[in-house]
Structure formats: C-alpha cells, structure tokens
C-alpha cells in the first residue's frame, strides 16, 4: 500500500540475515527457561521435530 517494500533492496544480505539471526537468539533465550522441568514425553517430541527437520532433506 505505501509501496515500501521496494527499498528492501537496498539493505545487504548480509545485515538482513545479522538481523534475522540476532531475533531467533533473542527468541531462543527468551525461551530457555521454559525448557527446563518438562516431562519426558515432551523431550522427545523436541527431539524428534529436530531430527525430521535436519534429516529431512538428507533422506530426500
């Protein structure tokens, strides 16, 4: 609507993805007490998301 989005070109790459990276530690370390004290159950489907979202494309 104000057309906006047609400056994204001038940001770098490389301070879209410093930018990108720096949210998800925040979110990561806003999170990381919340994982401490869940049940069993709740540590294996962390592990399992994890492993389907790494080796997904390696079984593909």
Do not use: C
């Amino acid at each position: 609507m104000l057309k906006i989005a047609r400056f994204i070109k001038f940001i770098p790459r490389a301070v879209m993805m410093g930018f990108v990276n720096a949210l998800a530690i925040l979110i990561f370390s806003a999170q990381i007490q919340y994982i401490f004290g869940m049940s069993v159950m709740t540590y294996i489907l962390v592990l399992a998301t994890l492993a389907i979202v790494y080796l997904f494309p390696y079984v593909f």
